[in-house]
């Protein structure tokens, strides 16, 4: 069975760094894209970061110089460092995996098949 479980969150000033983790189980997925997304109370699950087998990577405008994905393949882990964190940025952070290995980096939901249950993320101001 596959897992995704995230790790990592937590209530931290604005301004402030937090370090996310998301360590795959059942399945490999160094070959295959994976992502974190993030939704806010009322709002829908937004693309923040996504990276790939090269490992290329694609940021959201708003986290943009902020943030940064990175991915151990011996550890089947992949991570986002988010820095200079702003109230903003309060919300559960997912992180999410496509099924096909060498598949592209996609910046909707809808094509990440597997995810992880998510972590919260408060920024206080």
């Known amino acids: 069975q596959v897992q995704l479980v995230e790790s990592g969150g937590g209530l931290v000033q604005a301004g402030g760094s937090l370090r996310l983790s998301c360590a795959a189980s059942?399945?490999?997925?160094?070959?295959?894209?994976m992502g974190w997304f993030r939704q806010a109370p009322g709002k829908e699950r937004d693309f923040v970061a996504a990276i790939n087998w090269t490992p290329g990577r694609v940021y959201a405008d708003s986290v943009k110089g902020r943030f940064t994905i990175s991915r151990d393949n011996s550890k089947n882990t992949v991570y986002l460092q988010m820095g200079s964190l702003k109230p903003e940025d309060t919300a559960v952070y997912y992180c999410?995996?496509?099924?096909?290995?060498?598949?592209?980096?996609?910046?909707?939901?809808?094509?990440?098949?597997?995810w992880g249950q998510g972590t919260q993320v408060t920024v206080s101001s």
């Open positions: 059942g399945r490999t997925f160094n070959n295959a894209a």
């Open positions: 999410a995996a496509r099924a096909s290995p060498f598949s592209p980096i996609q910046l909707s939901a809808r094509e990440y098949a597997y």
